[in-house]
């Protein structure tokens, strides 16, 4: 059975050797960059001890460095599962949601017809090149110039002209031998419905080719000369070489630079995509004219887990932003997202880029948001939530946000963040006395009750942070708290896990570098969890990055306390075992030195001790605060033994 051109393409486009090869394998992640897609394991095709087996998702293949065994998707499929080449297309067809083709006898000729397509493509650029270098091309380059490209960046991004006129393409592709339906099937020209000969489809227009994953061209974009031509923009129509909603601007050269290390960014439209290279930002890509589309937020994923989309900040912007959340919520799973980068109002980031440089792009793409943050925006924004009815709205809206998400995993954590967002919005906020309160009003925040109310497992989690936090944005104190941190049991999952980590990133002195490791090797989750804590995020060597000394006193005490605590726990834990038997005074002594040794160790030495109160958890509570929260505890009580009969 032959298969249709451009069948095995998108295949391998839609589904991920990574994926493939995983439900076979046990990756070492350790060796692995999962955010790159550099993948290791053992070899299944050899018994092994090391992992000698490398997958590139990226580029779609497998290579075993003992037995040499090398393939794509299909081989590996076709190897594993014992099935022909056929057997293992149908396999992979039915994992990504492709219909096997019907038996096409003329697949050979189709494939034929491709390659020439192609080539007439190339005849169209190297003209269009050619025009924007000539006298007609005047206005064009000086557009450009304009618009601050350099003749370098022209020649980088392949910029062409199609001048003024209805057949000037259409005539060079026929005098150099072009069929005429060689020219209309590529989109270059349309039939006339006078009776009159074909027309060119770009005409007095800036052109910018599309090329698709592997490099070649198969369509073109035009931006018009004249400011009163209907269309700003206009892309080739669809051919047997391009399909819109499957392709990207930008394709290979972002892929390539994301492999090296570069953030995926999803722009708007061409010079978007072209500012941000050239302002080092190399893994731009943008849909072509459209909304993004589902088959085109595969082709991101597959080159990025979570790439950031970077809209305009006008209304039309924001509003392309949240519709790409309604798309994206079913197709989520475990590591693979977005992220939004809103631009300021009025502004793309051709125009961000302009005004304030590299650097006023990078402090967008820093703070860029997840999902879930544009979701909870979207749905409360401009509500009146004044009304248990209207509360009642909002809270439906968001079940039938989450309940798109197919994943149960992340359909819970969606509901909890929601959860959460949703009671510090309606939680009330007391007034002074006498004012009463007003319902429906966000609190400032919970850090006081938090930490007077919580046990003292959470005093210790809250400890155990603070510490990995610590070290994560001061990496250079590892080294010297290294004995510390790997005597250290910490309670808390992700907190492990990270302690792990850190543990092999002896040495690394810079943060950056430090947490893209860290996000490699274990996905951007526990770091976003990590730090999302206000009390972390107030802490002193937090708040100072640039002071390691003071990182290095608070990361001394920190550990002190939590190492004295719950060793007074054990003490304590013994002792009550002890109790059973007979009480004496050996006993009563390892009570006072369990209790001596916690108290010592939770003394502030950097701080007025005389402005702070200790918790039962052992946190430092503001005085004046632990009194303002005491005073209106009372209050409540008296009121309510007032109301009493």
Known sequence: MSLPPGFLEELRSRVSIAQVVGRKVIWDMRKSNQARGDMWAPCPFHQEKTASFHV????????????????????????????????????????AGMQMPARDPGAREKADRRTELMLVMEMALRFFRMQLRSGAGAGARAYLEGRGLSDAALERWEIGFAPPGWQNLWDHLTNAGTKPEMSLAAGLARESDKGRQPYDVFRNRIIFPIRDGRGRVIAFGGRAMDPSDNAKYLNSPETDLFAKGRSLFNHAPAREAVGRGQPLIVAEGYMDVIALSEAGFTGAVAPLGTAITEDQLRLLWRIAPEPVVALDGDKAGVGAAR??????????????????????????????????????????????????????QRETEGRNLDSPERKAALERDL?????????????RHYGEELNRLRRALFRPEWTPRGKGRVPGAPRPGTRNSALVAASAQFGEDLREAVILATLITHPALILSFEAELERLEFRVPYHARLQAELLTCLGESDPAVLRSRLEARLGAGPLEKLFASGHVQIAPPIRHPDDDEKARLCLAEELAKLAANRGAAREIAEAMEDMEGLADEGLTWRLGQAAQARNTAGRVKTENRGDFDVAPNGAQVDRGEREAFDRLVAQIRYDKARQRP
């Open 323 to 376: 519709r790409v959340i309604d798309l994206a919520l079913p197709l989520l799973e475990a590591g693979q997202s977005l992220r939004f980068a809103l631009m300021p109002p009025g502004q793309d980031p051709d125009d961000l880029i302009r005004a304030g440089g590299a650097g006023a792009m990078q402090k967008m793409l820093d703070a860029a948001v997840p999902m879930v943050t544009l979701l909870w």
């Open 56 to 95: 590139d998702d990226r580029k779609g293949y497998y290579y075993c460095f003992g037995c040499h065994a090398k393939g794509d998707a299909i081989g590996f499929v076709r190897e594993t599962e014992n099935v022909d080449f056929m057997g293992a297309v149908e396999i992979l067809a039915a994992e």
């Open 399 to 411: 079940r039938k946000a989450v309940a798109r998400i197919k994943d149960p995993a992340i359909r």
